[in-house]
């Protein structure tokens, strides 16, 4: 920023994921019904003991789920225990993404399945591209033009049947005889 008197700063916010087939009902416990109306990756703002979270209806569960954005440590702990004293009939517990059920979802990872190489539609997100609402993003004549001529790759589940061999580099992936992906 050379040139410019500007200050670089990171903000104090910690994700925190509630995921599962309960997901819904524990959430509407601490934040109110309206919850619930949250759309698939909508975000909107939800009070909880006269603090404001941001809340996405996202996470890398296929039961579906919320994760919060926590802004400010001092917040963290009071909505820690309020999740598990809220879900305690629930048993309602600590875990970790899975990973295998992410994979078996179709739910991508930034980095492993998909990377700044891929563009949305190849990624299968077209329905997450409003093309009103192109330029307002980078890349929106890109995005147009491939909207109207098609993505040039896809990516796609892959199914493997019998015993799978352990997987020490990337395997290639041939569509007659010339590699498509890995």
Not at 3 to 31: C, H, I, K, Y
Not at 79 to 98: E, S, T
């Amino acid at each position: 920023c050379k040139g410019f008197d500007v200050n670089v700063t990171e903000p104090d916010v910690s994700p925190l994921g509630v995921q599962g087939p309960r997901a819904d009902d524990l959430m509407a416990r601490l934040f109110g019904e309206t919850i619930r109306d949250l759309r698939f990756f909508g975000v909107g703002r939800f009070a909880f003991q006269d603090h404001s979270f941001l809340i996405a209806r996202s996470g890398y569960s296929k039961q579906g789920g919320f994760e919060i954005y926590v802004e400010g440590e001092e917040n963290g702990m009071p909505l820690w225990q309020a999740l598990f004293d809220g879900g305690a009939d629930m048993n309602v517990r600590a875990g970790c993404p899975n990973l295998i059920e992410r994979v078996e979802a179709g739910l991508l990872s930034y980095g492993n399945d998909m990377t700044r190489e891929n563009s949305p539609l190849e990624c299968g997100l077209a329905k997450y591209v409003s093309p009103q609402k192109l330029t307002s993003c980078f890349g929106w004549r890109a995005l147009a033009e491939e909207l109207k001529t098609g993505p040039k790759q896809m990516i796609r589940p892959v199914s493997i049947n019998g015993t799978v061999p352990s997987c020490d580099r990337p395997w290639p992936v041939l569509a007659g005889g010339r590699q498509v992906g890995q």
